[in-house]
């Protein structure tokens, strides 16, 4: 498939969405708002794992942060539940942006396992601080989020939020695009490949993942702020390490380095959640067995089926014949 075709795909599945959600129940409108908010967390992440190669357990945290923000500033200034939600988008992501960059002068001097290590024991302090600073954070109880803005909108209604949260992920979705096409994206490309190379050439790739570390923040930040919102409860719960490892998962069943992959997997997994907890009280099983399988028999995702299919039709159209002739060429003296 070219890439124009790809590209072509992508707006006619966005197009279907954006006409057959807001006109299904008001339980499928709630499921795919939560489902894009967490999208927007896992293309976040992929530009990490996906473009740069660095897998982070610590995504949760920025997540969080923005989250945060957004209850108290809603909750008990009640700042942002009119034009100044925008004041209050741009206080969260930048919050994150500033979260992540103070993370990744610790997290960057690593990598592999000692990266990953070290974003987990991150995220798990901003954990512990959401859950012992009672009078910030409410503790155990969190904060509930009753209110949501209202700018000629009305967003309390779910079809309509569902279009403003629709509208977010489309501008990231869009956003990170242009980043990962850009020379800055292909040279993150280049580093997941061989940093040392990159060094040699005379990149400095402890810059450049730096940068990709704090626009991962951001984006989580953001994906933190639409939260607050669409769950109406901000808690120890929403910055745990389950919602750094859904996050990572997510992007790893849809394809790392794909963008739309961490969105397929992001709807498969919160899809499979609500099925089938209405079937099984065992279905985080079941949920954990299509992981494994995907990594076992799908290491690229969803998205690296049609590759995996174009190469089994390859070596389909290879005759014997074709083959016997190699060997002998190969075999000939010179």
């Known amino acids: 498939m070219s890439h124009n075709m790809k590209i072509l795909t992508v707006a006619l599945v966005l197009a279907a969405l954006g006409y057959i959600v807001p006109h299904s129940s008001s339980f499928v409108v709630l499921l795919a708002t939560r489902a894009m908010v967490f999208a927007i967390l896992a293309m976040s992440l992929d530009v990490l794992l996906g473009f740069t190669g660095l897998a982070s357990l610590g995504q949760a945290a920025y997540f969080g942060v923005g989250a945060y923000l957004t209850a108290i500033l809603t909750a008990r200034y009640h700042i942002g539940l009119g034009w100044d939600f925008w004041l209050v988008v741009i206080a969260g992501v930048l919050a994150a942006a500033l979260l992540a960059a103070f993370f990744g002068l610790l997290a ?94 005379g990149y400095n790739t402890w810059l450049h993942k730096y940068i990709a570390f704090i626009i991962a923040g951001a984006f989580g930040g953001l994906a933190g702020v639409l939260w607050a919102h669409t769950n109406g409860l901000v808690s120890p719960e929403t910055v745990v390490l389950t919602t ?33 907890s209405t079937l099984v009280p065992w279905w985080q099983y079941v949920l954990g067995g299509v992981y494994v399988l995907t990594i076992l028999y799908l290491p690229t995702g969803l998205m690296g089926i049609p590759a995996r299919i174009r190469q089994a039709r390859g070596a389909a159209n290879k005759t014997p014949s074709q083959s016997g002739e190699t060997k002998t060429l190969v075999s000939a003296p010179s």
Do not use: H
Request: aromatic share 14%; glycine share 14%.
């Open 108 to 201: 960057i001097r690593a990598s592999g396992v000692y990266f990953l290590m070290i974003t987990l024991a991150l995220g798990q302090c901003v954990w512990g601080l959401a859950y012992r600073w009672n009078s910030l954070t409410g503790g155990d109880n969190g904060i509930n989020v009753t209110a949501r803005p209202n700018f000629g909108f009305d967003l309390t209604n779910e079809r309509t939020f569902f279009f403003l949260v629709f509208g977010f992920f489309i501008a990231t979705l869009l956003l990170l695009y242009v980043l990962v096409r850009s020379p800055f994206g292909k040279s993150l490309a280049g580093i997941r490949e061989r940093e040392l190379r990159m060094q040699i050439l």
């Open 244 to 276: 750094s490892v859904d996050a990572l998962l997510m992007v790893v069943l849809g394809g790392a380095g794909t963008l739309v992959g961490g969105a397929i997997g992001s709807a498969i997994v919160f899809g499979l959640r609500e099925y089938l």
